[in-house]
């Protein structure tokens, strides 16, 4: 176990002290002023720059947990957040709120199913501010006649420095007036939903886990088939798998002017989507490709080409014209490290 300067994995708060990881092919438990405590696999903390652009870090720094009954520093649940990934907007009112409920209940449950809700476990899954307010909620859904449950069990979740952790165990069921609520509250499509965070990508901007490429192959310049242009996209893919990962966007300009594919030089998509996959494993390596997925997204009556980065557990060089390079992220830019500080970078990352 040691203690060193990094950063939380849910907010990318830089942290110097009360951080303590394990080794890294097993656990990390955090101590953050701003996301609290929690302790996180190494698979979920590699996960979360995928999940970041998608979800609200309210949601993830709001404990979407296991209810892992012994554990002060409950595990982040990221099957959870599969189940509210379709939700976009904010709840803010109680009314919100409580429609929020009556969604989260309707997408895990088939009619007449109970699903177990503890307050101090499961109040960020819909916005509440805290296990008062989603006890309030849920006996408010009982009154109107949107659900139907045995009263609150209260029960010893874990012991903390402080004392006992309490909480309030719920057992509910939708009934048919609360299916008829939840099915005339709509979810979006999937390819809305991809819509969607597409749209919250160009609104952010590029970031260190976000960049925009113009095309993948085409210099815009001489309308010809550039290598130099093809290198920049690999660049930033490698830095992405060399750092915290990342989001590619091909069809962007940096300015954020969407060009669309229909720029480059393919005749479809597939040859397009080939020529990265070859290129991906000419010069990056076969290796990582399960690292890396990528897909076409409509948007604004134009495709996107959206490269998806997971962090590597192992150094990932990009070998071009004969010369292999290490890249790595560093803010909004990606940067190519000389041997000595390639070979520290790789010793403190990957803990080789």
């Not at 899954?125 to 009263?151: R, T, W």
């Not at 998509?269 to 997204?297: T, V, Y």
């Amino acid at each position: 176990m040691e203690k060193d300067k990094t950063s939380c994995f849910i907010c990318r708060t830089e942290l110097t002290q009360n951080v303590r990881r394990l080794a890294r092919a097993e656990r990390h438990t955090v101590e953050c002023p701003t996301c609290g405590d929690y302790s996180i696999s190494q698979e979920a903390a590699e996960d979360i720059p995928r999940h970041r652009h998608k979800l609200s870090v309210h949601i993830i720094a709001g404990y979407i947990r296991e209810k892992n009954l012994t554990d002060e520093k409950p595990i982040l649940n990221f099957e959870k957040l599969k189940n509210i990934e379709k939700i976009a907007k904010v709840p803010s009112t109680l009314k919100e709120k409580s429609e929020r409920l009556v969604k989260y209940l309707g997408t895990l449950s088939d009619i007449g199913k109970e699903i177990t809700i503890s307050s101090h476990y499961d109040y960020p899954i819909i916005y509440a501010k805290d296990p008062q307010e989603l006890n309030f909620l849920i006996k408010s859904a009982k009154e109107a006649g949107l659900v139907i449950g045995d009263p609150p069990v209260g029960k010893t979740v874990a012991q903390a420095a402080s004392g006992p952790i309490q909480t309030q165990i719920h057992e509910l069921c939708l009934t048919p007036l609360g299916w008829k609520k939840h099915e005339a509250l709509s979810f979006p499509t999937r390819a809305e939903s991809e819509r969607l965070d597409i749209q919250d990508l160009i609104a952010n901007g590029e970031s260190e886990t976000v960049e925009f490429k113009s095309t993948l192959c085409k210099n815009l310049k001489t309308k010809q088939q550039d290598k130099e242009i093809e290198k920049s996209c690999l660049k930033t893919i490698v830095a992405f798998l060399n750092t915290d990962g990342g989001t590619l966007i091909i069809g962007i300009e940096d300015s954020g002017d969407l060009i669309g594919t229909q720029q480059d030089v393919f005749a479809t998509e597939d040859k397009m989507s080939q020529r990265l996959s070859n290129l991906i494993q000419a010069q990056i390596g076969l290796e990582h490709m399960p690292n890396i997925d990528f897909d076409f997204i409509p948007y604004e009556n134009k495709k996107l080409l959206v490269v998806e980065c997971r962090p590597s557990d192992s150094p990932v060089h990009l070998t071009h014209s004969g010369k292999e390079e290490f890249f790595i992220r560093v803010g909004t830019t990606t940067r190519a490290l000389i041997m000595s500080k390639a070979d520290a970078y790789k010793r403190k990352h990957f803990q080789q």
